[in-house]
């Protein structure tokens, strides 16, 4: 079975500060990992997504994140914060059989101006 | 390309009623996938349907069902509603694939509130 924590349920930042959300995941195959963005009232979108072509992907709005196997780890970073950056991020991993996304609990993100 | 659509966008039940919602993909999607998002429990996987047929099922009761048409549109239904049901449904769209891993396409969601 496969799962996905998101450490820290509300993260505050300054605006031009580094943001770091942290995801780990449990899989018991080659994961799929991917991270969305969750706007008030809004569905999903997807900032970025790791497919095994190269553990750096880099996503959309300055968003990057970097998986390693060792650590089970894919964190999301972004060098520098931005009041529009105010949102919800859920990371999500799938497996090979089909398209179910297995999602943390997400992380609500504060920009302080 | 249009994204994917969701009707209604917002629903007001009873408890025992039921609900029928409906989501378009995006053209030349053939997977469409449903979540129930909650305070309490996250976002939780339903089922995905594939070519008319469910390829995926998520842990819920079989209350919930859903089916898709031959043009990949899919609608979902809830049976006998609960409070417990109240809820964001977001639908989600994938290009073809059968390898599983492929990036899905959130609608907006149609926002459930059972009284």
């Known amino acids: 079975a496969q799962s996905v924590t998101q450490l820290g349920s509300h993260v505050s930042v300054s605006e031009g500060a580094l943001v770091l959300l942290r995801c780990n995941y449990s899989?018991?195959?080659?994961?799929?990992l991917f991270w969305y963005v969750q706007y008030p009232n809004q569905g999903l979108q997807l900032l970025l997504k790791?497919?095994?072509?190269?553990?750096l992907v880099k996503g959309i709005n300055g968003f990057e994140a970097e998986f390693k196997k060792s650590e089970t780890s894919f964190h999301l970073t972004k060098p520098s914060a931005h009041m529009s950056d105010a949102a919800e991020y859920f990371c999500?991993?799938?497996?090979?059989?089909?398209?179910?996304?297995?999602f943390g609990g997400g992380t609500r993100v504060l920009v302080k101006p | 390309k249009a994204g994917v659509t969701q009707t209604p966008r917002y629903l007001i039940k009873t408890r025992g009623q039921q609900v029928t919602l409906s989501c378009s993909p995006i053209?030349?999607?053939?997977?469409v996938s449903w979540y129930q998002q909650t305070p309490g429990q996250g976002l939780q996987f339903l089922f995905e349907?594939?070519?008319?047929?469910?390829?995926n099922k998520g842990n819920f009761p079989g209350r919930f069902s859903g089916r898709q048409f031959s043009n990949s549109r899919s609608e979902m239904n809830v049976s006998t509603l609960e409070l417990g049901d109240s809820a964001l449904y977001l639908c989600?769209?994938?290009?073809?694939?059968?390898?599983?891993?492929?990036?899905?396409?959130f609608g907006p969601g149609t926002r459930l509130l059972v009284l």
């Open positions: 790791y497919t095994s072509a190269a553990t």
């Open positions: 349907y594939f070519s008319e047929t469910q390829r």
């Open positions: 989600a769209s994938s290009p073809p694939g059968l390898a599983g891993g492929e990036t899905q396409y």
């Open positions: 899989s018991s195959v080659p994961p799929y």
């Open positions: 999500a991993v799938s497996g090979a059989a089909g398209n179910k996304l297995t």
């Open positions: 053209s030349g999607h053939r997977s």
